[in-house]
């Protein structure tokens, strides 16, 4: 990954973040340290050192380490010619920032080794090595002078103590603008004090930083007084970073203090009390986030001696270690795992079916991480979580607006819940055998269609996956705003399996469920949004959703295994619901433990725990390095002439048509320009694509995704992925990808290219012409994506309106005698001579992974096209040897005439009047 450096490369434009960029000058520095080490006259050497200088200047005031002090002190030694010193130092430098030893031991660099332990305390070497530290950056915002800021620092460090395992620095901004820039970059800053009094306008060179500043333009307060800069500052950092504690420093007395102000920060000091206890809320507020209760209370459980007179003889491990035959499995896991299995919800931990204790607290601190108002742990994965908010949220007979390309659980869980599903059509992207999203358009034609036929009060939720398997992802709020403006109580279920990563960096957090939930309630109670409303003349007011009648009722449901650190099946349901006390908080709890098992997996619990821990000090960074990690990624393939033979990255304009981007972005990265800054159209697009999910085309290869997968990367290179289509296979960075492992996929699908290129050039004129006819098949003839046909008249809520009894379709298909077998080419000769064929069973292949059938589904010419067409080997639902499984003519028949839309067969109970206007005039 490292690269050479030259004078003409060192520029801002080329590189994706300021980290990276940072990281670069500091290694060109070194480069040309080393240089002068063999020739202290050269020129060249010289001119790379005074060039980084100028960078560091104008960058290192926004970190703490190594800091300005130390950037002055070695441009002291270079200007004094003092060399031999200059060199190492360095040297040493840039290997303790690439290694981050500074995290570890915030002094390893002290030029002022007097402040680095209190005269009291002297910690030896070996104990100070043995304990471990949590380093963290305090951004402390104040307009002082040089001195001022050395007071300042030294009086905050001299309060430290080498036996707490909390240590911080401190990096001051003199301005809003700087303290932006702070935040925006470094990832260390924990805390924030801010002081009365700052100016907007920062006085450093932002010339230079120019192209990374795009995500802070959004943030500007507008004029204002000293006083409402700061509290503009405060409240912009609790949407942008809202994980930090935020401290205040004032004149004026309690009684002059705003409400607004006392709730954006966790404390208010004046200028003249002592340090001290500003030094003590920090460590508290550090301390309190580092709380994992039942993490915790599991691991003082796990060394408490017990007698086990219960179920688990795995418990504490006696069955194992004492075993002849499976000890290996003890000492694989190692004992602790056994000291902490258990049945217990006493002693310390507590019951996931009704926590009082750890696990209730865990969750609170898991909703507060998350911006939700409740949040509920599940351990068997988010399939769960999906059917869990669907039966607590819809009844038989409610209409479900769902996107047909979503998760197989969804279609089960719509089943089970007996509601009737409208579904939604993504566009097509046929090119590379995938499809994309769900125009907004597409959900208000269908919700007005429903309304003119009397059926909208039916309609109870819509259901989205945001972000897709492929990385597009919705523009949350535009959506929500467009629906409630045709339905102000709807509920919204957003799947967000994939995305429980976005909250911890803001351009990303802006489209997640729970970010958008808050928001828009802030808005439509404000003053301001009502006046807009009330000012609204004729058919424009129908565009804007009624402040008295719009609820915001938002549901979110996250693979936290898939994307954060946990394990396993863990998941979690964040909760945004106005009418959560209004009975809704009753029924989720039945759907929860209905679904719930009554034996939780303890270890999957602590992990949600701890993965809490960790995103809310080190989510915004290990989620700006994982997007980091992609753009790399995607640059180098994009730009090495062997690689872009065989493979090509696809871009936004490659998966997202013009019509939904606003912003005229294209691509993120392309040779000619460089990098384009996707935060505009993170905020203006109707979707965008994430980065981090990176789909190769591989058509020119010859080979097909699946095989591509398995022969090539798995079996020959260990590499995994989890998805492919015909002519793709997808990668995805996440918070665990590290430089060398994007290195290893780099290297490999160069070898992968250049054996390509090995064995193609052997083959003879026949192979020749067999694997170009493999090429066209993989680039030229793709098959069509069909969309979704319609439900059978059987099975349709009412005739000719959107919304389908799936459940009936589906118990009607238990009985054997209801169902038949059919070749797909008999299927094929049934629609020419002009009958219905319609599916009894789910049917759906892997890859894409989602139904292209469903029970009670109108088979179409272009599904079966799809079908026929199709190479994939795993196709759930379908028996190549027999056929699709599809309802006999006589019991579709028999059906028809005896359905009821009061009723749902096999026992379900009576359902709510299904429009009953509309159902006299359809028969």
């Not at 103590?161 to 303290?179: F, L, M």
């Not at 006085?203 to 930083?209: A, D, G, K």
């Not at 007179?309 to 000890?327: C, D, E, L, Q, T």
């Not at 399939?383 to 279609?411: E, F, M, W, Y």
């Amino acid at each position: 990954m490292a690269r050479k450096l030259s004078t003409e490369e060192i520029r801002a434009k080329d590189y994706f973040n300021l980290p990276q960029f940072r990281g670069d000058i500091w290694t060109y520095l070194k480069e040309g340290a080393m240089e002068l080490k063999g020739n202290p006259r050269g020129r060249k050497a010289r001119s790379k050192i005074k060039r980084s200088f100028e960078l560091l200047g104008v960058i290192e005031p926004y970190f703490a380490f190594p800091g300005m002090d130390h950037v002055k002190f070695l441009f002291g030694l270079f200007q004094a010619g003092e060399f031999q010193e200059f060199i190492p130092e360095v040297v040493k430098t840039v290997q303790i920032l690439i290694s981050e030893q500074f995290r570890s031991d915030p002094d390893v660099l002290d030029l002022r080794p007097e402040l680095s332990v209190t005269p009291e305390i002297q910690v030896e070497e070996e104990e100070k090595t043995a304990i471990h530290t949590n380093y963290f950056e305090l951004l402390f915002v104040d307009l002082i002078g040089d001195d001022d800021e050395q007071a300042l620092k030294d009086k905050l460090l001299r309060m430290r103590e080498k036996r707490d395992h909390i240590v911080y620095n401190v990096v001051v901004a003199r301005s809003y603008q700087d303290a932006l820039i702070t935040l925006l970059f470094n990832a260390n800053i924990q805390s924030c004090v801010i002081r009365y009094g700052i100016p907007f306008k920062s006085e450093n060179n932002l010339e230079v930083l120019k192209p990374f500043l795009g995500g802070v333009k959004k943030f500007n307060p507008g004029k204002g007084t000293d006083e409402e800069i700061g509290l503009s500052l405060g409240k912009v950092i609790k949407v942008f970073r809202p994980e930090l504690d935020l401290f205040y420093v004032t004149d004026k007395s309690l009684s002059d203090i705003e409400d607004s102000l006392m709730e954006c920060f966790r404390r208010i000091f004046y200028r003249k009390e002592d340090l001290q206890e500003l030094h003590l809320s920090i460590i508290r507020g550090i301390k309190e986030r580092l709380e994992t209760p039942f993490f915790s209370a599991l691991v003082d459980y796990s060394q408490k001696p017990t007698g086990v007179f219960h179920a688990m003889p795995i418990s504490r491990g006696n069955s194992v270690f004492k075993s002849r035959w499976i000890r290996d499995f003890g000492d694989f896991y190692g004992r602790n795992i056994f000291l902490a299995e258990t049945s217990a919800t006493t002693g310390g931990l507590d019951s996931l079916l009704q926590p009082t204790g750890t696990l209730k607290k865990a969750q609170g601190l898991a909703a507060k991480a998350y911006g939700s108002q409740h949040t509920y742990f599940v351990t068997n994965g988010t399939s769960t979580a999906n059917k869990i908010v669907l039966q607590a949220l819809v009844q038989p007979g409610d209409l479900v607006l769902i996107d047909r390309d979503c998760h197989k659980s969804h279609h089960y869980g719509l089943v089970l819940t007996g509601a009737f599903p409208v579904y939604l059509d993504s566009y097509p992207i046929e090119e590379y055998s995938m499809y994309g999203a769900v125009p907004i358009k597409h959900i208000r034609d269908k919700l007005l269609r429903l309304k003119k036929a009397g059926r909208l009060e039916a309609v109870k939720m819509v259901l989205l996956t945001n972000c897709t398997f492929d990385g597009l992802v919705y523009n949350v709020e535009r959506m929500m705003e467009e629906v409630l403006a045709i339905k102000p109580d709807m509920i919204f279920l957003w799947d967000e399996a994939w995305f429980a990563f976005a909250r911890f960096t803001y351009t990303y957090m802006q489209r997640t469920a729970m970010f958008v939930a808050k928001k828009l309630e802030k808005k439509y109670q404000s003053e301001s949004y009502r006046q807009m409303y009330r000012g609204l003349k004729g058919k424009k007011k129908d565009s804007f959703p009624d402040p008295d009648k719009v609820r915001i009722r938002v549901y979110a449901t996250q693979s936290t295994h898939k994307t954060l650190s946990s394990l396993r099946q863990g998941s979690m349901i964040h909760i945004y619901d106005q009418d959560y006390r209004k009975g809704t908080e009753e029924s989720l709890h039945e759907a929860y433990m209905t679904h719930t098992s009554t034996s939780p997996n303890y270890q999957i619990l602590a992990s949600l725990d701890v993965g809490r821990r960790q995103v809310q000090f080190e989510g915004f960074e290990m989620v700006e390095k994982s997007i980091e990690m992609a753009m790399v990624l995607r640059a180098r393939i994009h730009a090495h002439p062997q690689l872009k033979k065989y493979f090509d990255v696809l871009t936004v304009k490659d998966v997202i048509p013009e019509a939904y981007r606003k912003s005229g972005i294209e691509e993120y990265f392309n040779t000619r320009s460089g990098w384009s800054r996707m935060e505009e159209a993170w905020i203006s697009d109707e979707l965008v694509l994430d980065p981090t999910k990176i789909n190769l085309h591989i058509g020119r290869t010859g080979v097909d995704g699946d095989t591509f997968k398995n022969k090539f990367l798995m079996d020959k290179f260990g590499i995994q992925i989890n998805k492919t289509s015909r002519n793709t296979v997808l990668f995805m960075t996440n918070i665990g990808t590290t430089r060398s492992s994007v290195a290893y996929l780099l290297g490999v699908l160069s070898r992968i290219a250049n054996e390509l290129d090995e064995t193609y050039s052997s083959y003879n004129r026949e192979e020749t012409r067999i694997l170009k006819k493999k090429i066209r098949f993989l680039t030229k003839e793709t098959p069509p994506l069909p969309d979704f046909s319609h439900f059978h008249s059987s099975f349709q809520a009412v005739p000719g309106i959107p919304g389908g009894n799936i459940r009936k379709a589906f118990f009607l298909s238990y009985k054997e005698q209801n169902c038949c077998y059919t070749p797909l080419e008999d299927c094929v000769k049934s629609l020419k001579n002009g009958g219905d064929i319609v599916s009894a069973n789910f049917v759906i292949p892997y890859p894409p992974g989602f139904p292209v059938l469903v029970p009670g589904q109108v088979v179409s010419e272009e599904i079966l096209e799809f079908l026929i067409k199709l190479d994939v080997k795993e196709i759930h639902g379908y028996r190549p040897e027999l056929g699709l499984r599809l309802f006999t003519p006589g019991i579709l028949k028999k059906a028809a005439k005896s359905k009821s839309l009061t009723r749902i067969e096999n026992g379900i109970g009576s359902v709510k009047s299904l429009g009953k206007k509309k159902i006299k005039s359809s028969k």
